[in-house]
């Protein structure tokens, strides 16, 4: 007889495996429409209620791709509106449903940055006109203000906080700066922009380049019940759309 407790760990360990598996061939895309906004529809045709929109530069997700299906009409994650955190454009609320694929260029079809690993705490992506660099660095308790809800953290500077499902792992990592050079101008994302995601992966970061020199950040982090994705849309020295969310 198969052991009960041994089976519900094996499960519980292939669970968090695809999650995190799944977060790391994410389809991030925007739109390709000459009307700059393309219609979220209820289900997968033309005629139907239309639920939301998604805007130019605006990043989704296919969920189709998770699952490795192709679709006339494709499945998708979006963001719906935004938190008041000054003029950090950060959406944490998501939206479902369908566009059609004609609407629909990946990220992955953009000109990308290579990676250079500088350290264990720093990374370098740069191409012959954008040099970005991403530095991490350990959490400091101290420094944060951390709210607890019945024994779980539920907010650390007055954010959600992703990428720790709850607890503080002991050598927790955040983001500590992300910045964009460009014909001699260097931009530094706020600080709001960066509050509340924890355990990022270089690994699992890309970086792309838009027609209109709009710069696309995704980063998959975190693994299991607190893994994540956070995507960065930034043109003209400005976050333009900010969108953290699970697609599990």
Known sequence: MTNPIKLIFTLFLLLSFTCSQAQ??????????????VNVRESGNAKSKIVGKVSEN???EDMDAIQNEKNEWVYITYGISKQKTGSSNKTEDQGFGYIHKSRIKYLSDLPKLKMKLISENSAEFKNDAFIISIKTGKFIPKEHQIKKQDGFISKIDDQYPWG?????????????????????????????NLTGLYSPSFKNTQISIGLDKTVFITMSNGDGA???NVAW?????????????RDF
Not at 24 to 37: L, Q, S, T, V
């Open 24 to 37: 790391y061939i994410a389809a991030f895309a925007i739109i390709k429409d000459k009307d700059g906004f």
């Open 164 to 192: 720790i499902d709850g607890i503080k792992p002991e050598n927790l990592i955040e983001i500590k700066e992300i910045k964009i050079s460009h014909k001699n101008e260097t931009y530094t994302l706020p600080i709001n």
């Open 226 to 228: 607190g893994a994540y």
């Open 58 to 60: 605006q990043i989704f």
């Open 233 to 245: 849309s930034i043109k003209d020295n400005r976050v333009k759309d900010q969108f953290v969310f």
